[in-house]
């Protein structure tokens, strides 16, 4: 029963960006077997949306020097996942299309000085870079999608405050260069919920309901969930989230971990949406994940309290 | 301004638990030097409501011998401080108020497994209870506001789900019986956010605006603030909480922390309510807490993260 649509069971999705954003913040190298034992946990447990991977310089970030090897590895075990990823360029989106992703996000950070530290690019030269992109992708007869994300969306441990008519500006410049959807990313994870609502809210209006991603959250200053609340009541269907809540942008300072996907789970079944995730199952995949990244500490409320008899799953009721 | 009441800065009043909620959690036994000390720096942070104490056999909870002495040590240093207190019996209320106190929390669990295990009584027994401390209140020519606290109102790890309905009736029940206000507690930390909107909307429309206290929240899946987030749209206009996140119930298995009150200002005073506290001064409060504490881990996210720039207090708009 829903809270907010009343119609039966409705839906959320959760995709979990741990083996991309989750191991971009770690300084251990995982292995791609190590990768695919925690990927296929998480399936297991009902994750239906993975971003596996950033197709990024190796010399830049070495944990994802395997990319080119999994994702189709990961599509040839997973027929039934969407296999999402990263790419700062057109070489990189390239090189995840050639792969096999299913979606391609692109950050353009709304923050000048974000953008110079992540892609080392003005946000001007980011917004060319995307249109180059987006030309190339219209080409493909049958390429992935591709997912303009906008990093520092809610403010900037750089820059400080980001004007909000940026970043409406910024999505409606993206749809036109060619995002087929914009997800707003909360890097900081200095949002507050009436912040939320109001963004999310304004950038639909300019965009459109079918164009509006999953809201991308951190948990810095411990409201990510009621940042995801808000975002609910704004209208938004899909979240980013990590296993264990691993995480952090390496270039934005004091940037720490995405939005626990179990903690997440948890409140989502709770408030009756279903996310198609066994919570339980979930929990159980933390171990997979520390068995494969042991020195990486996991958080997560949820799995340290367990599940508590009085949580019914959003379908069992 | 308000985004909820269209007026200029509304007020929230928060209530520090901690030297009650928190303390009857910890092993440890704190002096009532390092009481007075951590109370000093709230107040000093611009906390104007603290739980200081539980009036309790201290044979049951010998942190908290020193109530008698410590209620009117706190009233002469902090003249403009309101000096909470909880009392589980007559006999402990009747000390409260001969100390002083400027209110008396006197619980009764929703849930009968709890109850048994908290104060050792059925629920009509502690309701029966009760009835003798509001009709000792009524006698009195000015004493202490008398607050029913209604413990797992959202959920008990001994008894699991509790109704709803069982929770109005309740609320309904101590009023008839003396109860000046109610504070609702979620004291496992297992609601979710509608649910607080529903059981806040429900137990109001009984008993009345006037006589709806703080909500009690801790924080065992991480949905607490979600959870203040849902009480603020319910109409909930002032909070219990605890620095450092300290807190549980020692006879409610699985209770973890009171919601966080640095993490709790951060996200009250960033949607434009004014809490009246210095969230600097707060976040420093931490090290006079933790010099009386030393063995107890603070949590925290804010403290840990930083207050970061694009923060504003309600009342620097």
Chains 1, 2 share one sequence.
Not at 131 to 158: E, M
Not at 174 to 193: N, R, S, W
Not at 239 to 257: I, Q
Not at 267 to 274: A, R
Request: glycine content about 10%.
């Amino acid at each position: 029963m829903s809270h907010y649509w009343g119609m039966t069971t409705p839906k959320i999705s959760v995709r979990d960006v741990g083996p991309r954003d989750g191991l971009q913040a770690c300084k251990s190298i995982m292995s791609t077997d190590a990768k695919l034992a925690w990927i296929d946990a998480m399936v297991a447990a009902g994750v239906a949306d993975i971003e596996v991977v950033s197709f990024v310089p190796p010399a830049m970030l070495p944990q994802m020097a395997d990319a080119a090897v999994l994702v189709p590895e990961v599509r040839a075990r997973h027929p039934g996942l969407h296999v999402a990823t990263l790419a700062p360029n057109l070489r990189g989106a390239q090189a995840a299309a050639a792969a096999g992703a299913h979606s391609i996000l692109v950050p353009v950070s709304a923050s000048e000085a974000h953008s110079l530290s992540n892609v080392r690019r003005t946000r001007a030269e980011a917004v060319a870079e995307f249109a180059k992109i987006g030309a190339w992708a219209r080409s493909l007869t049958a390429g992935p999608q591709l997912i303009a994300g906008i990093p520092t969306s809610f403010g900037c441990s750089l820059q400080g405050e980001v004007p909000e008519a940026e970043v409406v500006a910024l999505a409606v410049q993206l749809v036109e260069a060619g995002a087929e959807i914009v997800t707003l990313a909360d890097t900081l994870g200095y949002a507050h919920p009436s912040q939320v609502r109001r963004l999310v809210r304004a950038v639909r209006a300019e965009i459109g309901e079918s164009r509006m991603g999953n809201l991308h959250l951190h948990d810095t200053m411990g409201s990510a969930l009621a940042n995801a609340l808000a975002g609910l009541e704004a209208g938004i269907t899909g979240f980013d989230a990590a296993l264990g809540g691993l995480g952090g942008c390496p270039f934005a300072p004091g940037s720490v971990g995405n939005v626990n996907t179990e903690d997440l789970v948890f409140m989502l079944e709770s408030e009756g949406f279903d996310t198609g995730i066994d919570l339980a199952a979930l929990i159980a995949a933390r171990e997979v994940l520390h068995a494969g990244l042991p020195d990486e500490a996991l958080h997560g409320r949820v799995a340290a309290a367990g599940i508590p008899r009085t949580f019914h799953p959003a379908r069992a009721r």
